[in-house]
């Protein structure tokens, strides 16, 4: 059992009233029998989401480019809860290593009349 499962758990046991006393003695149980893995052992997870900030300092642009950026497609943020955006790390990467003109819609053409 992960240490965040262990916590939640303890947590789900103290916290929460309206559990029925066969439900804290299956947490009980649980928590007992789960062997809570050091957090030393954990991997790291690498970092696969940049707030605005970190996009923009990876890039080497203000945070206004960054949501400029957004606003012409050229950058394409994921909506993690309601407001709230994350940049892909490697789509930011790419465009720190390739550019974005290459990206940018031609201008329309005005039909002749």
Not at 4 to 20: K, V
Not at 40 to 49: F, G, I, N, R
């Amino acid at each position: 059992m992960s240490p965040s499962t262990h916590a939640l758990l303890t947590s789900l046991l103290t916290l929460d009233p309206s559990l029925s006393p066969e439900e804290q003695e299956a947490l009980r149980s649980a928590l007992g029998k789960g062997s809570v893995a050091p957090s030393a052992a954990l991997p790291s997870s690498p970092v696969l989401l940049l707030t605005q900030s970190q996009a923009a300092e990876l890039l080497g642009v203000d945070r206004t480019t960054v949501w400029r950026m957004t606003a012409m497609g050229i950058l394409r943020p994921v909506e993690i809860s309601p407001g709230t955006r994350r940049y892909e790390k490697s789509q930011v990467e790419t465009l720190a290593r390739e550019g974005y003109r290459h990206l940018l819609k031609p201008a329309r053409l005005r039909k002749a009349a």
